[in-house]
Nanobody, 127 residues
Framework: QVQLVESGGGSVQAGGSLRLSCVAS????????LAWFRQAPGQEREGVAG????????YVAHSVKDRFTISQDNNKNAIYLQMNSLKTEDTAMYYC????????????????????WGQGTQVTVSS
């Protein structure tokens, strides 16, 4: 079992920044990566960013590239999502997840590969 606890969501104006945190506990050694997904009302859940075991390989969705950065702290079993230049379309519930597509493979359908989910943290960006 893996437990994931997110924090750091909130409300911000467009152009602002937020940093999400996720602390993982349990048997995370069995997962190939930790990641962030998001889901806006009426939309499908989508992968935002992932960091693979070892920390050398990451994935960042095209829609947030150059604005969002994923990082990890192995000592704390934590990952972070630094979100800069936020846009109203970034408004969503953000979920920490364990389990991702293999590095280099498409993230289309990625939610189906997730083994564990956090409870989510809301990010709201206003104009």
């Amino acid at each position: 079992q893996v437990q994931l606890v997110e924090s750091g969501g909130g409300s911000v104006q467009a152009g602002g920044s937020l940093r999400l945190s996720c602390v993982a506990s349990g048997d995370i050694s069995r997962t190939n990566c930790l990641a962030w997904f998001r889901q806006a009302p009426g939309q499908e859940r989508e992968g935002v960013a992932g960091i693979y075991t070892g920390g050398d390989t990451t994935y960042v969705a095209h829609s947030v590239k150059d604005r969002f950065t994923i990082s990890q702290d192995n000592n704390k079993n934590a990952i972070y999502l630094q979100m800069n230049s936020l846009k109203t379309e970034d408004t969503a519930m953000y979920y920490c997840a364990a389990g991702c597509p293999k590095a280099g493979e498409s993230w289309r359908g990625a939610p189906g590969l997730v083994r564990y989910w956090g409870q989510g943290t809301q990010v709201t960006v206003s104009s």
